[in-house]
């Protein structure tokens, strides 16, 4: 089984600024990853696809790249709204998702 | 607006046995690889099962096979799983959810749309 895991687990970062979150995979899934943004009681959203790709009406703050077993979701410039927990999902292999990154605005 | 709403979750004894449905609406269901995914309380996300678009193909997470079974009725647009053997760490709210389709690919395990998730638990 592919292993995903993300890092950090909890992130506090103030409005405006530059976040990066990370996710590795335990063996290459060439470029099938995909993000996501849950917030408290809700789905899951999809934000990234295929390592970058920015799914239809997400803002182009968010960005993602990589490839292999290392890659990053980029907020350019952090938004009050963007408060949420982050999934990174490996879809090389069936489907595998991380742990999860709680991002607070400080 | 595309929509999927899931029912039939509740309270259940271990060992006993729940079936969840999915309704979907606003899209053409058949087009699409569909899945269950499962989130439970103050935890992560964990692909459960995903169905081809005719039913052909159905994979499972090592955790529920031979005691979850996905199906499909595309007439009815509507998604199910059956679930056996129900154990406490199966507690969860279980979303379901659709498969991603781009340039005229469907992938079976990217979810752009999510139903709102039914809660199961399992429990005496």
């Known amino acids: 089984d592919i292993q995903m895991t993300q890092s950090p687990s909890t992130l506090s970062a103030s409005v405006g600024d530059r976040v990066t979150i990370t996710c590795r995979a335990s063996q290459s899934i060439s470029s099938w990853l995909a993000w996501y943004q849950q917030k408290p009681g809700k789905a899951p959203k999809l934000l990234i696809y295929k390592t970058s790709g920015l799914e239809t009406g997400v803002p182009s703050r968010f960005s993602g790249s990589g490839s292999g077993t290392e890659f990053t979701l980029t907020i350019s410039s952090l938004q009050p709204d963007d408060s949420a927990t982050y999934y990174c999902q490996q879809y090389n292999t069936f489907s595998t998702f991380g742990q999860g990154t709680k991002l607070e605005i400080k | 607006e595309v929509h999927l709403v899931e029912s039939g979750g509740g309270l259940v004894q271990p060992g006993g046995s729940l079936r969840l449905s999915c309704a979907a609406s606003?899209?053409?269901?058949?087009?699409?690889?569909m899945s269950w995914v499962r989130q439970a309380p103050g935890k992560g996300l964990e692909w459960v099962a995903n169905?081809?678009?005719?039913?052909?193909?159905?994979y499972y997470v090592d955790s529920v096979k031979s005691r979850f079974t996905i199906s499909r009725d595309n007439a009815k647009n509507s998604l199910y799983l059956q679930m056996n053997s129900l154990r406490a760490e199966d507690t969860a709210v279980y979303y379901c959810?659709?498969?991603?389709?781009?340039?005229?690919?469907?992938?079976?395990?990217?979810?752009?749309?999510w139903g709102q998730g039914t809660m199961v638990t399992v429990s005496s």
């Open positions: 169905i081809k678009q005719d039913g052909s193909e159905k």
């Open positions: 959810a659709r498969g991603f389709c781009s340039v005229g690919i469907c992938h079976g395990n990217v979810f752009d749309i």
């Open positions: 606003e899209f053409t269901f058949s087009s699409h690889w």
